[in-house]
């Protein structure tokens, strides 16, 4: 797996960490964070530290990754739609602290699928059916 260089905010390497796109959203066609050929990833140094990766396909352009705030990471997870990381990054607490407050109405859980289940389920969507409706849908149907 290919490492990627972390640069601090004045352009120095101060890590290397192995490249990863777990931030990526399907948009119907392709696997992308910010646009085609755009991916990012999220991991955390030894020392405790959020790291952001940005990946990109475009030729000229190299992955990188930054030092982000625990608090931008939470941002990062909620965009991508996989509440699952909040807990692989113990960042749960901070969620409902920060977000969770203003849902009080609402309750989320995560369901963890194979990124195959995840294709059918889209491949199924009706137009901005969410995988929610998808599945109680199916269920109904038994």
């Known amino acids: 797996m290919a490492e990627v260089n972390v640069y601090s905010e004045n352009g120095e390497i101060i890590a290397t960490v192995k490249y990863n796109n777990n931030l990526d959203i399907w948009n119907g066609h392709n696997w992308q964070s910010g646009g085609p050929g755009l991916h990012k990833g999220l991991t955390r140094l030894e020392d405790g530290r959020y790291v952001l990766i940005h990946?990109?396909?475009?030729?000229?352009?190299?992955?990188?990754?930054?030092?982000?705030?625990?608090?931008?990471?939470?941002?990062?997870?909620?965009?991508?739609?996989?509440?699952?990381?909040?807990?692989?990054?113990?960042?749960?607490?901070?969620?409902?602290?920060?977000?969770?407050?203003?849902?009080?109405?609402?309750?989320?859980k995560s369901v963890k699928v194979t990124r195959e289940v995840h294709d059918m389920l889209t491949e199924i969507a009706e137009k901005n059916e969410s995988y929610n409706d998808v599945i109680l849908r199916l269920l109904k149907q038994k």
Do not use: C, F, M
């Open 55 to 108: 990946g990109t396909q475009w030729q000229g352009e190299q992955d990188h990754a930054e030092i982000i705030t625990p608090k931008e990471a939470v941002q990062q997870i909620l965009r991508s739609g996989d509440l699952d990381l909040l807990d692989e990054y113990n960042l749960r607490e901070l969620y409902e602290e920060k977000i969770l407050s203003e849902r009080k109405t609402t309750v989320s």
